[in-house]
């Protein structure tokens, strides 16, 4: 792999999908193989170890590095969701709103939260 083609594959495995440097990063990575693969005749003219990196295989990579960015931002968007539930039923709870069975907090913890100097 030449100095370019690194430099390329760095940007697309550091950068989130959604950015517009990353897309074109892919793009630029992507003619930039199809440019080798035509000045190269596909190793008849350049044999060089560059060329066991193909354009089938660089499609597969982005692949799965945009299915894996969907599943982290999925889990963020989880842990994000769940924190927000936690303490809006929390707070609810203080409020004297829910009862410890529809928050999902034992008694000891409504009355934990109760009892905290910042409650209402």
Known sequence: MCGLQRMIDSYVRFLCNDLQVYEDSVELQSVFIQQRDE???????????ALGFTSQQFTETIDDERHAQVLREQQRDDDERKKLTTTTAAAAATAGKLTSAQVGLTEGEIMTIRASPYSL
């Open 39 to 49: 000045v190269c005749r596909r190793g008849e003219v350049l044999l060089t170890p």
